[in-house]
């Protein structure tokens, strides 16, 4: 038993909601972007990566948001209308705006950074407006993201998505994914991140994440449990709190807490663990697992993406995942 309920009569398994991007990862790695001279490109940004994630694992997924006028935005749709996410509600805008864009720089396996390109994006235009009630009454869950609360309107349009979900009885997953560039201050993504949170029931994020969102208050930072009971005096079930190399721990509301496997890998970049860990482990949850088997199958599915040059061309199937599980259950009962 996980806590959580997903009305089953609902026709859509999962919403993304906020940015859509495109990636452009270096192909020349072991080098600094200044020597790069050849990227690929793939669609990006952590809402559409776990869709698509979600999507991958049968899934029945679809996405709201804002893409650009441009020939990224129209890749960026067909990409995801190629792997069956649902785009009707994702909107090209026609104010003149651009397609993020995130050029990666992959010095070493553990040695990786992002050069953002977010200035008049089109995904922080997605408006209130843009957000269907019936749409999201229609899905089991839906799942929201830091960076579409960075500013008006998707800030506004994010709040009411999270409004509608709480009516209808739909599960909202919470990726705090906070990158301090879109922000203006601290104290401003302190302020929102907090707001939202109070209104989500599963909350993923890492140490310095939650530190980050606890900058007002007056207690001692980086006590997990201290932050994990915080938030279920609100809305929470589940809170996930990722230690990178040491793991995750997810403390559930009624006491318990489960530590996540790690599973070994042949990183060619730490850039997506997160995003395919959220899908896997989010999966786990709406098929119904206990806590610490959604953790198992979530980090699975990261040791497949951190093993790939691309986020989310590599996010993995249902198969795919099982696999890795059984190949290393079985490597760890033969030494």
């Not at 806590?3 to 990636?23: A, E, M, P, T, Y």
Request: aromatic fraction near 10%.
């Amino acid at each position: 038993m996980n806590l959580l309920n997903f009305d089953q009569n609902k026709k859509l398994d999962f919403i993304g909601v906020g940015r859509l991007c495109v990636d452009l990862n270096a192909n020349e790695i072991h080098r600094p972007m200044e020597e790069t001279m050849t990227f690929t490109k793939y669609v990006g940004g952590s809402p559409a990566n776990i869709t698509i994630g979600m999507s991958r694992l049968d899934m029945k997924s679809g996405f709201i948001g804002r893409i650009a006028d441009d020939q990224m935005g129209r890749f960026i749709e067909q990409y995801l209308k190629n792997n069956n996410i649902d785009t009707s509600n994702v909107i090209t805008d026609k104010s003149g705006t651009v397609t993020g864009l995130a050029f990666t720089e992959i010095k070493s396996p553990t040695d990786c950074s992002i050069l953002m390109y977010r200035d008049n994006v089109a995904d922080l235009k997605l408006e209130p407006n843009d957000v269907s009630e019936e749409y999201i009454k229609q899905s089991k869950a839906i799942l929201i993201s830091g960076t579409a609360l960075a500013k008006s309107p998707s800030r506004e349009a994010v709040f009411l998505a999270l409004q509608y979900a709480r009516k209808h009885g739909v599960v909202v997953f919470f990726d705090i994914d906070y990158r301090p560039y879109t922000w203006e201050s601290e104290q401003e993504t302190a302020t929102y991140y907090n707001l939202a949170a109070e209104k989500c029931d599963v909350i993923i994020g890492t140490r310095e994440e939650f530190d980050m969102m606890e900058k007002m208050e007056l207690y001692d930072k980086s006590d997990d449990w201290i932050t994990a009971k915080k938030w279920f005096d609100y809305n929470a079930k589940i809170v996930v709190i990722k230690h990178g190399a040491e793991g995750s721990i997810a403390y559930a509301k009624d006491g318990k807490s489960y530590t996540g496997s790690i599973f070994p890998a042949k990183i060619v970049k730490t850039f997506g663990a997160g995003d395919s860990y959220a899908a896997g482990f989010i999966y786990g949850l709406m098929k119904g697992w206990k806590v610490d088997t959604a953790m198992e199958f979530g980090s699975a599915a990261a040791s497949i993406v951190i093993s790939s040059h691309s986020c989310s061309d590599a996010m993995p199937t249902y198969e795919q995942v099982h696999s890795v599980i059984e190949t290393h259950k079985g490597t760890s009962a033969s030494t």
